[in-house]
């Protein structure tokens, strides 16, 4: 399969503003991109790119003032899998975790465990370890939160999202990630693509997704505690702690967000039947013949 995403994004700025935005798709999927990843803006500036401590590709820039416009149209080939489900995936000991998953396992900014630990060992300390507890946390969350586009707030924390039982695909990644870790369960907060493909169309406007991922059985697994099922056509932007790390735009100054735009659709190929010429009657094929 083949999934055409991209953005078109822009900021007024005062005055010249530094600008760090992490726009681009994950490094893990360079190998999938069938039309380059590139960063258009407007009006034209000097940019660097790097990749921070967690593996995600990070462009700075300096915008000089006024309007300024970043974009991009990308063409991704996925496999067209669901994300992958499995049962019997085992929770480790901390004492066995990678020094790599350990950071996964602490209080974030967003995901404040020290004051969910205890609600968490009572909601889900009677659950099997492993991918059922993860799952019940998933259920739980989903039934927990409503989802309304209109009540984002940029400052509420996994604490604010349980008490507050409203909130956005990021706050319910944020409570999810937090009862996973307040549950010695290491998790991580992933922004990126996820359209409407093969699920019904919602008529919201189209914008970046935030699930998470969980290290079970010697690996990271996907989970979505906002729509709860398996769902095609993920592309990872960034991954981290939680929002913080992941923001697709810091800027250090005023910067007022004018346009936002994302589209991520399936590309529906033609189909192409080889038409079988037919057969021109004998006296026509002698006349052509002649």
């Known amino acids: ?74 063409l991704v080939k996925d496999s067209g899998a669901v994300d992958e489900v499995a049962p019997d995936a085992l929770q480790h ?37 492993g991918w059922a507890r993860v799952q019940a946390i998933v259920d739980y969350v989903h039934n927990h939160i409503r989802f309304d586009y209109q009540r984002a707030d940029s400052t509420r924390s996994a604490l604010d999202g349980y008490t507050q039982r409203e909130g956005v695909c990021r706050d319910f990644a944020h409570l999810a990630i937090a009862f996973c870790r307040c549950m010695n369960i290491p998790a991580r907060y992933c922004t990126g693509y996820l359209g409407d493909i093969g699920v019904p169309a919602v008529p919201d406007p189209m914008d970046f997704s935030a699930w998470f991922e969980v290290y079970l059985s010697g690996r990271w697994y996907t989970f979505d505690a906002r729509h709860n099922k398996p769902r095609i056509g993920r592309i990872v932007m960034a991954r981290g702690r939680d929002a913080t790390d992941v923001a697709i735009s810091t800027s250090f100054g005023p910067a007022w967000l004018a346009k936002f735009e994302v589209h991520t659709d399936e590309v529906v190929e033609p189909e192409t039947r080889d038409q079988p010429q037919q057969d021109l009657p004998q006296m026509q094929w002698l006349q052509a013949a002649e």
């Open 1 to 74: 399969m083949k999934i055409r995403t991209g953005y078109s994004i822009a900021f007024d700025t005062p005055g010249p503003t530094p600008m760090v935005l992490m726009l681009n798709v994950h490094p893990d999927r360079a190998n999938d991109l069938i039309t380059p990843d590139v960063m258009t803006i407007d009006p034209p500036v000097s940019a660097h790119r790097f990749v921070d401590s967690f593996g995600n590709l990070c462009t700075r820039v300096v915008a000089p003032g006024g309007r300024i416009t970043f974009s991009a149209d990308v």
């Open 93 to 129: 000991a901390v004492q066995d975790l990678p020094d790599d998953v350990l950071p996964f396992l602490l209080a974030s900014r967003y995901c404040d465990t020290d004051k969910l630990s205890n609600t968490a060992w009572q909601l889900f300390g009677s659950t099997p370890e």
